[in-house]
T-cell receptor
Framework: EPEVTQTPSHQVTQMGQEVILRCVPISNHLYFYWYRQILGQKVEFLVSFYNNEISEKSEIFDDQFSVERPDGSNFTLKIRSTKLEDSAMYFC?????????FGPGTRLTVL | QKEVEQNSGPLSVPEGAIASLNCTYSDRVSQSFFWYRQYSGKSPELIMSIYSNGDKEDGRFTAQLNKASQYVSLLIRDSQPSDSATYLCAVNHNQGGKLIFGQGTELSVKP
């Protein structure tokens, strides 16, 4: 069964460094999302992406964040200058119709 | 006001019993409703979606939606220890839009 994949599974970085989180959505899906979950808290929406542009973003998704679909398969989330509070699980999701399917996540640890 | 509310639990049920998980939402324009299961340290896994009032059954799972009361529930029949996880209720306001998650209810099924 097709599934969303994400790399790396765990990323450790120093505060102020740039990180790129990578996702490969399910191949025939058209809509892509990033969510994050801080330890012990609820899953929060960051951004949605369709037809090579952002369709919606949350207040969390400030100028430090960007998304890109550099080719026909990858979908990336870049954090330009990481902060301690960016430490969280980051989940990519994709959908074709109404149901969103999540990848396994990237655990980002900012030291 | 919280948009999606769930009792955090833990809800403890004996093996073979029915587990009942509840969720309320504040925005009447919510259109689609989802239940995800999340094992500790893992990503949300879609188990049920429901879009219209009434019941929807899939194996041991039944989702119930009451839009007038802004209430959605999940029943798990013949609960198994492997059902022990956190169950996340999620809604979206427009078909395919961002998901808004509740805090999740932790379910523990005791052998």
């Amino acid at each position: 069964e097709p599934e969303v994949t994400q790399t790396p599974s765990h990323q450790v970085t120093q505060m102020g460094q740039e990180v790129i989180l990578r996702c490969v959505p399910i191949s025939n899906h058209l809509y892509f999302y990033w969510y994050r979950q801080i330890l012990g808290q609820k899953v929060e929406f960051l951004v949605s992406f369709y037809n090579n542009e952002i369709s919606e973003k949350s207040e969390i998704f400030d100028d430090q964040f960007s998304v890109e679909r550099p080719d026909g398969s990858n979908f990336t989330l870049k954090i330009r200058s990481t902060k301690l509070e960016d430490s969280a699980m980051y989940f990519c999701a994709s959908r074709l119709y109404n149901e969103q399917f999540f990848g396994p996540g990237t655990r980002l640890t900012v030291l | 006001q919280k948009e999606v509310e769930q009792n955090s639990g833990p809800l403890s049920v004996p093996e073979g019993a029915i587990a009942s998980l509840n969720c309320t939402y504040s925005d009447r324009v919510s259109q689609s409703f989802f239940w995800y299961r999340q094992y500790s340290g893992k990503s949300p896994e879609l188990i049920m979606s429901i879009y219209s009032n009434g019941d929807k059954e899939d194996g041991r799972f039944t989702a119930q939606l009451n839009k007038a009361s802004q209430y959605v529930s999940l029943l798990i029949r013949d609960s198994q220890p492997s059902d022990s996880a956190t169950y996340l209720c999620a809604v979206n306001h427009n078909q395919g839009g961002k998901l808004i998650f509740g805090q999740g209810t932790e379910l523990s099924v005791k052998p």
